[in-house]
């Protein structure tokens, strides 16, 4: 049988074959490993498999715009890290829509997937979420590109950011799309626990939780 969409874990979605860099590494192989990949940020493990951090291109290259990238090689991973934030993750069996609502709050694109012991099992990324919206609106039938998806969700998200609500009419005229796609939207994200929809007679209202 196959699985409710809306019942799915982290660990249904998330992307098994990790691409990671070691403490012993330097900052210039861990930028290769990024390039040959193609990704833009990758976890940081220790000789066990433990999570020890998160490093993205944008972070290696605000080091090199300040102390060059000839230096690179000379930095080591570990020492680099210790100038980091504290880790975010998730757990395996965390919900999806937990997921979604600590990259909006920490405002990250990706985020490391550990299991009881820490040990790293997989990253879900912005890419991954999309693919869930996307699923979910097509079992609804609704028929929306996966970019449309991206784009209005962070014009939603945006608009919040500057407005205490708005309403979907409001939206609706501004992005383009249909009232039903719009409303769908916007109630995937309300089980993200990441707005709230308030019925009014004529309209429906957002606001961000």
Known sequence: MRKNNLLMKVKDIMIKNVIFATLDENLSNVIKKLRENKITGLPIIDESGKLKSVISITDIMKYAEKYGLENLALISVKDFIKRKRRLIYVNENDSIEHAIKLMVK???????????????????????I??????????KKIEVKKETISTIIDKILEKL??????????????????????ENICSLLEKAGLIEMIYELKDIKIRKK
């Open 130 to 139: 999309l693919d869930y919206f996307y699923k979910l609106l097509l079992e």
């Open 161 to 182: 950011e500057k407005k205490k609500e708005i309403s979907i009419s409001e939206l609706e005229k501004e992005l383009k799309i249909n009232k039903s796609s719009l």
């Open 106 to 128: 920490k405002d990250v694109h990706r985020l490391p997937v550990v299991d009881k012991s820490k040990k790293v099992i997989g990253i879900i990324t912005r890419e991954e």
